[in-house]
């Protein structure tokens, strides 16, 4: 490529060291007919300007418009949300509290059914063997008479 690169020479070299002092013989001083045309194009084109930003000040705001009221809809489920999980919890809370309840019930309904049982075991092992006693008592008076001790006990 013939190009200049960056830093390779001097910039007085490109740059003239004089600009020209001729205008241009065309040129009308009292011509101002490509100045107001000019004028008119930029006004033209200001205004197509100005319309394409309406357009697009317009659609920014119906975005904005949707946008919030998405965002009122996200909100409203969220509080939704969590007015079920307070429920959820509140729930959660007093079935524990009735479960710790019924166990404790269940517990004590337990130990006193052992203990009567127990109790009950006891009675009617005692009477029981009693009653073997007293039947075997009965069934061998030859053995009370013939032991001494026997006389002493009841």
């Known amino acids: 490529m013939g190009g200049r690169t960056p830093g390779s020479g001097s910039q007085s070299a490109s740059t003239p060291e004089s600009l020209p002092s001729s205008q241009p013989t ?3 001083s009292h011509d101002h007919s490509f100045t107001l045309q000019m ?3 930029l006004q033209k084109s200001s205004g ?11 659609q920014l705001n119906k975005i904005e418009d949707r946008h919030s009221k998405a965002d009122e809809k996200t909100d409203s489920k969220i509080d939704k949300l969590d007015d079920s999980l307070r429920g959820v ?3 959660i809370s007093v079935l ?8 404790a019930a269940a517990v004590m309904v337990g130990g006193v059914a052992w203990t009567v049982t127990q109790d009950a ?3 009617i092992t005692k009477s029981a063997i009693n009653s073997a006693l007293a039947g075997s008592v009965k069934a061998s008076p030859a053995l009370t008479s013939q032991s001494p001790a026997s006389g002493q006990a009841k």
């Open 26 to 28: 065309n040129f009308s």
């Open 39 to 41: 004028i008119m194009e």
């Open 48 to 58: 197509a300007i100005e319309t394409q930003l309406k357009a697009l000040r317009d």
């Open 89 to 91: 919890q509140n729930k």
């Open 96 to 103: 524990s509290k009735v479960a710790v309840i019924l166990f």
């Open 121 to 123: 075991f006891k009675d």
